[in-house]
């Protein structure tokens, strides 16, 4: 087990409330706590298990403080969020009967998916506003239960890009401005977190100093991040994320 300094408590601390609040604002969070876990030497997949644990108040805090965003949204959530259990809970027993080598081995994969998923996430979302105009009304919620689904299988197998996955399902299946599928993002990500982080608890191995700083900075982080929602162009920071994750998947590539 890799034994963490007091420095790097601090820059786990610091890179976990960048993390909580960038998921709050455009989603990719993981794509700064994560590196900056193995950065201190801890293996991915110890990385990956201790990183969705400590970003669970993170997406509490978030999801709470865009609570305003998530008026009228109850059919959705009933509909949405036992999708995100479910899918949690899958991710997370694949992720803890993969192995160690293969695991290492999807970890470029997995972030360079993320980033670019962020990336074209508008354009995506154009089309579909522009296809449902096309051919008249809104697209059924009924269509983002298997998108949304899926998405939190992959956010229960690998933390890294969940809050992005999940907006772009969203953007593409639901016609509503960002501000509420934000909210609704958050809502869907903190149960997916939720049932991964639970899992992990009872059956899976953590870094616990890390996991300590973390989850205080996460919240921290996210709390800050859903109050400053909507005063932050969101396109600004989706482009520093995007950019951090495709020069992180890189790194990741180059060993």
């Not at 470029?108 to 522009?130: D, F, N």
């Not at 296809?131 to 998108?147: T, V």
């Not at 999940?166 to 509503?176: K, P, S």
């Not at 969101?234 to 482009?239: A, K, S």
Request: hydrophobic residues 55%; proline residues 4%; aromatic residues 6%.
């Amino acid at each position: 087990m890799t034994v963490l300094s007091g420095l790097d408590l601090v820059w786990l601390a610091l890179a976990a409330v960048a993390a909580g609040l960038v998921n709050a604002l455009a989603g990719g969070g993981s794509l700064i706590s994560f590196p900056a876990l193995t950065a201190v030497g801890l293996a991915p997949l110890l990385a990956n298990v201790t990183n969705t644990v400590a970003l669970f108040p993170g997406y509490l805090g978030a999801t709470l403080a865009q609570r305003r965003q998530l008026a009228g949204q109850g059919p959705r959530l009933r509909q949405l969020l036992p999708m995100a259990a479910l899918g949690g809970l899958v991710g997370g027993l694949l992720l803890l009967n993969t192995g160690s080598r293969l695991f290492d081995q999807l970890v470029p994969w997995l972030i360079l998916s993320g980033s670019l998923l962020l990336a074209i996430q508008g354009r995506v979302r154009a089309w579909v506003v522009a296809r449902s105009e096309r051919h008249g009304g809104s697209p059924s919620e009924r269509w983002a239960s298997l998108p949304v689904l899926v998405a939190a299988v992959y956010g229960g197998y690998f933390g890294a890009g969940l809050s992005v996955i999940v907006l772009a399902v969203l953007a593409m299946t639901l016609n509503d401005d960002l501000t509420r599928l934000n909210g609704l993002k958050q809502a869907i990500a903190f149960v997916t977190n939720l049932a991964a982080a639970a899992l992990f608890l009872c059956f899976g191995q953590l870094s616990w100093p890390a996991l300590l700083v973390m989850a205080s900075g996460s919240l921290t982080g996210g709390a800050l991040g859903g109050r400053l929602a909507g005063r932050i162009d969101p396109d600004v920071l989706r482009v520093v994320v995007v950019s951090v994750g495709l020069v992180v998947a890189l790194l990741y590539f180059r060993r």
